[in-house]
């Protein structure tokens, strides 16, 4: 994989599920030394702020929360 290719919606999405899976702060992601760390790894990753982080964190929570409710329903 180059540079090029790397997709910062993946990206967000997968520190979004870091954080939850870890049960890491919102506002690790602006740590200056994972900043750091992703910047040398790939210069052109695009990392985003705590309040993104936050947004997609519960956009997950409420697609999931939808499908156990579906579930559910078709259950009972």
Do not use: C
């Amino acid at each position: 994989m180059s540079f090029a290719d790397i997709d910062n919606v993946k990206l967000r999405d997968m520190f979004a599920t870091w954080t939850i899976n870890r049960q890491r702060p919102f506002t690790i992601i602006e740590d200056p030394e994972l900043i750091e760390i992703v910047q040398y790894l790939n210069p052109t990753a695009q990392l985003v702020k705590a309040d993104a982080i936050k947004d997609t964190i519960m956009s997950l929570y409420s697609l999931g929360k939808r499908e156990l409710k579906a579930r559910i329903h078709v259950i009972l």
